[in-house]
């Protein structure tokens, strides 16, 4: 196979769901359907292939994405199976950046749960075609039709249902093929798991059939105009045009294919297959990535082995093994063992000393990667995550992806203090891996603090200083990540002025801060007018605010966000004036501002689902209230109970141990961040004292060090 005709026989997906839906299990069986694995893996019995890390066996929960390569009806499908958790949910975005198609899993009992939405929107934002994939048909109230109503109101989608199920429930042993019209009956025998038996449609549910193979055709009108004349005269639409169109509409995010199944049954695997490799596009039907040269014009690579070479940085990781590993997504052009490559984002080289194909944790050495492929690559010391390497003689600077700020934080310490200097260096391994931890020292106590997505994500990273570090480390008591902002605009002066003979600092800005956009960070502007500041330091100025921002705010010293800061007069002087000057001027300005803006604090909301036995709703519902919680709606789905609410995550550490207590443990939750809301002014005043009582505890033993020695 040409090297051309690998790009168009090639498919980069991700599997993508909310935890549980059945992603990993589903993956599982492709593999095992494509003859990868000799056998098939569980999740619930820590064998899956894809769930490779000690944390993920025991836990029964995807907690990296992990790579793999495939074959089916002659085509070469990249797999990366994705994190269903919302604390790695960066996983999923830099997973997303890099792929061409997605297979989105939904729980036929669930629908479109949170992260369903969340990882919904994560497709949105790159543009990445999908196939819907139902799956647990064969649970007790599954119901293929309200997910497929939830898809359309609640993700704002176009499905094409392309199947319909024969049997419910427990009795799911098919599918009706609405393209082919045809029955596909899967095999009973569990050693027989391969086996599908095409027949003619049930007498039972053939007028069902024609009428969702009439509705199907009359959706995909929209795609192709050609079929409303066809649809209207009663013509017969062949399976062959039927299936390109439903491919057109696919690409040009139109509609979204949607089959069903249950992969744990190992139904509806080979169908799903046939989908990614009909419906969903190769790197030669996707647009030319898109990028600037490091002088900012825009640039575009075409998915081309002979084009110049480019390839972005989504992942990194430190393998046992193979040590450093760089996880690349080739865009254009061709890279090989030994090659010079340029990382335009640093202006640096590096070299390629090996190149990988990635089997979950297994290894594969190649000699060289191109267009379309996802590669991991060994000797690269000092590229990032979202940093673009390419060909020197070509230069580009491929799009960055979004990184998630971290909602929680947790001081880490060592037991023996000997290993402070190995904690700080497994840290910033782990922060590089991982662009959604952040790690800081605290500037009054001098503690190591962790900043993460969840208690979960912070566990996790505990257990991995613990089991591939050695490091005996423990974590406090879990704080929230608050931030401040203004409530009115004001307007403040930053004034740096000091001339005491030679040569002296002369800054003087005029600042005009005012209350931004829910979700907007800190917007800075100029209106200057006449060159009082000249635009060279302009820049200076807005670093100064961003910085004054990062240090905290002045009511209780948390970050500051969502307030938009205008730069509009000032003064300077020919000699004394300098962008150092401008930048402190800047964050006094700022800080002035505050003080004036009315500050309050903002507390993380989460958005809550609770899935609930109907006998335990009244209690989980007082349980959501006390904790300043608001319910959002209730849905009643067969004899269990769905809960939407909004709660504040100060309030909800611990949740999981209190509701299996309250529910039997019969009841489950997922959570996610929401936004950012104002504190109450009584708790706001009840945080401040709490945070000032633990600054003077943290204070005391490090005064009695000092003093002792």
């Keep these: 196979m040409s090297r051309t005709d690998a790009i168009d026989q090639t498919r980069n997906i991700g599997i993508i769901a909310h935890i549980d839906a059945g992603k990993t299990t589903t993956t599982e069986r492709i593999l095992f359907y494509t003859g990868v694995s000799q056998r098939i893996g569980e999740v619930h019995d820590g064998k899956a292939v894809m769930d490779w890390m000690d944390q993920e066996q025991e836990r ?49 009992v669930g629908g479109v749960q949170p ?47 392309l199947q319909l199920p024969i049997g419910r429930e427990e009795r799911f042993e098919g599918v009706v093929d609405l393209i082919e019209m045809k029955a596909l009956l899967y095999s009973r025998d569990p050693r027989e798991p391969q086996k599908i038996t095409e ?20 959706a995909l009108a929209d795609v192709d105009e050609s079929l409303v004349e066809d649809f209207l005269e009663g013509r017969e639409v062949d399976a062959a045009r039927l299936r390109r169109i439903v491919r057109e509409g696919t690409l040009a995010l139109k509609c979204v294919p949607v089959l069903l199944g249950s992969a744990f049954k190992n139904k509806g695997v080979q169908p799903l297959l046939d989908a990614v490799v009909d419906y969903l596009p190769s790197p030669a039907d996707i647009r030319p990535v898109q990028g600037v040269t490091p002088k900012g014009a825009d640039e575009t690579r075409p998915a081309d082995p002979d084009a110049p070479f ?41 070299r390629v000393g090996r190149l990988l194909k990635m089997h ?70 782990l922060a590089a891996e991982d662009p959604s931890f952040r790690v800081r020292t605290d500037p009054e ?18 257990e991995r200083l613990r089991r591939e570090f050695k490091l005996q480390v423990e974590l406090g008591a879990p704080q929230v990540a608050y931030r401040e902002t203004v409530t009115r605009a004001v307007e403040a002066e930053g004034r740096l002025v000091k001339q005491t003979g030679g040569h002296g600092q002369y800054a003087v800005v005029q600042l005009r801060i005012e209350p931004a956009e829910p979700g907007a960070g800190v917007v800075y502007e100029t209106e200057v007018v006449g060159g009082t500041v000249p635009k060279e330091y302009h820049a200076a100025v807005g670093e100064g605010v961003a910085e004054a921002c990062r240090r905290g705010g002045v009511r209780a010293g948390f970050p500051v966000t969502d307030v938009k800061v205008t730069l509009f007069d000032g003064s300077y002087h020919e000699v004394d004036s300098s962008e150092m000057a401008f930048s402190t001027a800047g964050s006094l300005g700022l800080r002035e501002g505050l003080a004036k803006a009315g500050s309050v604090i903002l507390e993380p909301v989460m958005d809550l689902e609770i899935v609930t036995p109907e006998d335990y709703t009244g209690d989980v519902i007082r349980d959501v209230s006390s904790r ?53 002014e009584g708790a706001a005043q009840a945080l401040i004292q709490e945070r000032e009582r633990q600054k003077e505890a943290r204070r005391a033993p490090a005064a009695g060090r000092a003093a002792r020695r």
């Excluded at 027949?199 to 009359?218: F, K, M, S």
């Design 115 to 161: 992260q369903s939405e969340t990882v919904w929107r994560q497709s949105d934002r790159y543009g990445v075609p999908r196939v819907a994939f139902i799956n647990k048909m064969d649970r007790q109230v599954a119901d293929h039709a309200r997910c497929v109503s939830e898809i359309r109101e609640r993700l704002l989608a176009r499905p094409v249902l």
């Design 628 to 680: 300043r919680g608001r319910i959002v709606s209730q849905e009643q789905r067969g004899r269990i109970q769905v809960i939407k609410g909004e709660v504040p995550l100060a309030n909800m550490f611990g949740y999981s141990t209190e509701l299996r207590g309250r529910t039997q443990g019969r009841a489950v939750f997922s959570m996610q961040f929401g936004k950012y809301q104002v504190l109450p």
């Design 360 to 429: 979950a944790n297994k290894r594969e050495e190649i000699k060289e990667a191109g267009a379309g492929d996802i590669v991991a690559a060994v000797g690269l010391k000092n590229s990032a995550t979202g940093e673009t390497l390419c060909d020197e003689k070509a230069p580009i600077i491929l799009g960055n992806m979004v990184i998630p700020e971290p909602v929680i934080h947790s001081a880490v310490t060592v037991r023996n203090k000997d290993d402070q200097d190995k904690l700080s260096a497994a840290l910033a391994k």
């Design 60 to 108: 029964g929960i995807t907690i990296t994405s992990a790579a793999t390569t495939c074959f089916w009806r002659g085509c070469r499908i990249n797999i990366i199976d994705t994190p269903g958790h919302v604390d790695f949910t960066i996983e999923v975005e830099r997973s997303l950046r890099v792929l061409d198609g997605v297979v989105a899993v939904f729980c036929a």
């Design 199 to 218: 027949g003619p449609i049930p007498d039972g549910l053939a007028d069902e059939a024609r009428a969702a193979r009439a509705a199907l055709v009359e």
């Design 310 to 350: 480019s390839a972005l940085v989504f992942k990194l990781w430190n393998d046992a093994y193979a040590g450093h590993l760089t996880f690349l997504r080739v865009y254009s052009g061709t890279v090989r063992t030994g090659d010079q490559v340029f990382n335009s984002a640093k202006g640096t080289r590096e």
């Design 445 to 462: 106590t001098s503690e190591t603090v962790m900043s993460g997505m969840g208690e979960l994500h912070l566990e996790i990273l505990a």
